[in-house]
């Protein structure tokens, strides 16, 4: 039988038909079987009730007349016990109103008395599919929520402990939420798990904005859209960041980089629920949860007039601070066990494990761009390791760091700027003076790596050609 038939999704229809008329029941049942459908009978309620409790179905197909426990008393029970089974009532042609009525709390559809087979089989696939691409989207809820789950930041440390905490609290409350931590910590994993770890937000849209990437002359229409016509240039009307993420959350990385003129507008909009687009007349409600994050002191740029005092404190009413690394080195060993898995599912490649040289030298790395600045060092040993176990000899850029270290006094101590000269060169040359590459492994922004390369009086070899592209600035 085709899928047209009695199948969906390549497997035989579930339909249970509920009818208290013992000759409609078995015409109903013969016809879908024949059809190809598996079909179930009930004549009461109560005992579809229990046949469901047995093995679900995809689809109900009751009449709503019976005797004792009526077909819109059973899609209430259906709804509470089995949400994603669809119900579909059968009604003769006075009782409409009442199939109206149940549609309204939850039905699928409704056919009236006297009806073709046919007719009804059709329905019963159309409500079967719904009912399929319903499942579907719970599990890729479930998939999401997994995989943004508290328990993937890695670490068994007081520090990380107490992180994962504040984040289970913070999934369960609706108020906003300020993640402080340097570059490389984790931050927008944190907003995430807070996200799809909510009941009641997790399934809308998590919309992440990077404040510091939106020049200051766009802020405006990119963060609360724009009505065509507003200004030159605006062809078209354009939803902006906030409206995108009502009913779910809207994720501020590197809040601190908002303008001043730009942070009263937002803070009206989480006081007010409510946005109006650049050029409309009418403002727009939104459903708005707001988590920020950032790697400055806010509190500093409140004093220096910065940042606005108010937004600050609308910002932070839940606070979680995420740790640097080197704060908890004990947790780099399950971590880099962690992120290797990843990073070798990612390229297809064996992931075998790291020889006691390499937890060693991982754990004693001071790691200044924090999980971000791990996994590029991981990403770039894994390929190098070529099917084996990771080794010291793999991690050259931490290399010298492990030799230098030492529990007794440093006859040689060197200033924080020479230690930093040395370590930018010898990343620049294992990166082939590629600065996009070697600021990912140090965790900085290119900008960042060319004002050090500046300051410290780097010289690379001379490029030529397509590879030039990365040196322009």
Request: glycine letters at 8%; proline letters at 5%.
């Given at each position: 039988?085709?899928e047209?038939?009695?199948?969906?999704a390549?497997?035989?229809?579930?339909?249970l038909?509920?009818?208290?008329?013992?000759?409609?029941?078995?015409?109903?049942?013969?016809?879908?079987?024949?059809?190809g459908?598996?079909v179930?009978?009930?004549?009461?309620g109560?005992?579809a009730?229990?046949?469901?409790?047995?093995e679900p179905?995809?689809?109900v197909?009751?009449?709503?007349?019976?005797?004792?426990?009526?077909?819109?008393?059973?899609l209430?029970?259906v709804?509470?016990?089995?949400?994603a089974?669809?119900?579909?009532?059968m009604?003769a042609?006075?009782?409409?109103?009442d199939?109206?009525?149940?549609?309204?709390?939850?039905?699928?559809?409704?056919?009236?008395?006297?009806?073709?087979?046919?007719?009804?089989?059709?329905?019963l696939?159309?409500?079967?599919?719904?009912?399929a691409?319903?499942?579907?989207?719970?599990?890729?809820?479930k998939?999401?929520?997994?995989r943004?789950?508290?328990?993937r930041?890695?670490?068994?440390s007081?520090?990380m402990?107490?992180?994962?905490?504040?984040?289970?609290?913070?999934a369960?409350?609706?108020?906003?939420?300020?993640?402080?931590?340097?570059?490389g910590?984790?931050?927008?994993?944190?907003?995430r798990?807070?996200?799809?770890?909510?009941?009641?937000?997790?399934?809308?849209?998590?919309?992440?904005?990077?404040?510091?990437?939106i020049?200051?002359?766009?802020?405006?229409?990119?963060?609360?859209?724009?009505?065509?016509?507003?200004f030159?240039?605006?062809?078209?009307?354009?939803?902006?960041?906030?409206?995108?993420?009502?009913?779910?959350?809207?994720?501020?990385?590197?809040v601190?980089?908002?303008?001043?003129?730009?942070?009263?507008?937002?803070?009206r909009?989480?006081?007010?629920q409510?946005?109006?687009?650049?050029?409309?007349?009418r403002?727009?409600?939104?459903?708005?949860?707001?988590?920020?994050a950032?790697?400055?002191?806010?509190?500093?740029?409140?004093?220096q007039?910065e940042?606005?005092e108010?937004?600050?404190?609308?910002?932070?009413?839940?606070?979680?601070?995420?740790p640097?690394l080197?704060?908890?080195?004990?947790d780099v060993?399950?971590?880099?066990?962690?992120?290797?898995?990843?990073?070798?599912?990612?390229?297809?490649?064996?992931?075998?494990g790291?020889t006691?040289?390499?937890l060693a030298?991982?754990t004693r790395?001071?790691?200044?761009?924090n999980?971000?600045?791990?996994?590029?060092?991981?990403?770039?040993?894994?390929?190098?390791a070529?099917?084996r176990?990771i080794?010291?000899?793999?991690?050259?850029?931490i290399?010298?760091?492990?030799?230098?270290?030492?529990?007794?006094?440093?006859?040689?101590?060197?200033?924080?700027?020479?230690?930093?000269?040395?370590?930018?060169?010898?990343?620049?040359?294992?990166c082939?003076?590629?600065?996009?590459?070697a600021?990912?492994?140090?965790?900085?922004?290119?900008r960042?790596?060319?004002?050090?390369?500046?300051?410290?009086?780097?010289?690379?070899?001379?490029?030529?050609?397509?590879?030039?592209?990365?040196?322009?600035?």
């Open positions: 039988m085709s047209a038939a009695g199948a969906v390549g497997r035989p229809l579930q339909v038909v509920v009818e208290d008329d013992a000759r409609m029941l078995d015409i109903l049942v013969r016809h879908l079987e024949r059809m459908y598996a179930r009978a009930a004549p009461s109560g005992r009730l229990q046949l469901l409790e047995a179905a995809d689809v197909l009751s009449d709503i007349r019976m005797p004792g426990m009526d077909g819109r008393t059973l209430q029970e709804k509470v016990r089995h949400p089974t669809k119900v579909v009532l009604t042609f006075g009782t409409v109103a199939a109206v009525e149940a549609m309204q709390a939850g039905a699928y559809t409704y056919v009236t008395k006297p009806f073709k087979v046919e007719e009804v089989a059709a329905v696939r159309n409500a079967a599919r719904e009912a691409l319903t499942h579907e989207v719970t599990s890729l809820r998939v999401v929520r997994g943004w789950s508290p328990d930041l890695i670490g068994n007081p520090q402990q107490e992180v994962r905490r504040l984040i289970r609290e913070a369960e409350v609706a108020a906003t939420v300020l993640i402080t931590g340097r570059s910590t984790g931050k927008e994993m944190a907003a798990a807070i996200h799809f770890g909510s009941a009641e937000r997790g399934a809308g849209p998590f919309v992440p904005v990077n404040c510091a990437a020049p200051e002359s766009l802020f405006e229409s990119a963060m609360f859209g724009h009505r065509r016509g507003a030159t240039g605006a062809v078209e009307s354009q939803v902006g960041f906030v409206e995108q993420s009502s009913g779910g959350t809207l994720f501020l990385d590197e601190g980089e908002i303008p001043v003129g730009q942070q009263a507008k937002l803070l909009v989480l006081q007010e409510e946005l109006t687009p650049v050029g409309s007349p403002p727009v409600k939104v459903d708005l949860r707001v988590i920020a950032t790697n400055r002191n806010l509190e500093g740029m409140v004093r007039g940042f606005r108010d937004l600050y404190y609308r910002l932070h009413v839940l606070r979680i601070h995420l640097e080197a704060e908890r080195a004990g060993p399950s971590l880099a066990e962690h992120l290797l898995l990843d990073i070798a599912q990612e390229h297809g490649v064996p992931a075998l790291f006691e040289a390499a030298a991982l790395h001071r790691w200044p761009g999980v971000r600045e791990l996994r590029n060092v991981l990403e770039r040993a894994i390929l190098a070529r099917g176990r080794d010291a000899a793999d991690l050259p850029i290399a010298l760091d492990v030799a230098g270290r030492t529990d007794g006094p440093l006859p040689n101590a060197r200033t924080l700027a020479e230690v930093e000269k040395e370590h930018v060169g010898k990343v620049l040359a294992l082939g003076w590629n600065r996009s590459a600021a990912k492994v140090l965790g900085i922004d290119r960042t790596l060319f004002s050090k390369i500046q300051r410290y009086g780097l010289i690379g070899p001379l490029r030529h050609g397509p590879e030039a592209d990365d040196e322009a600035e």
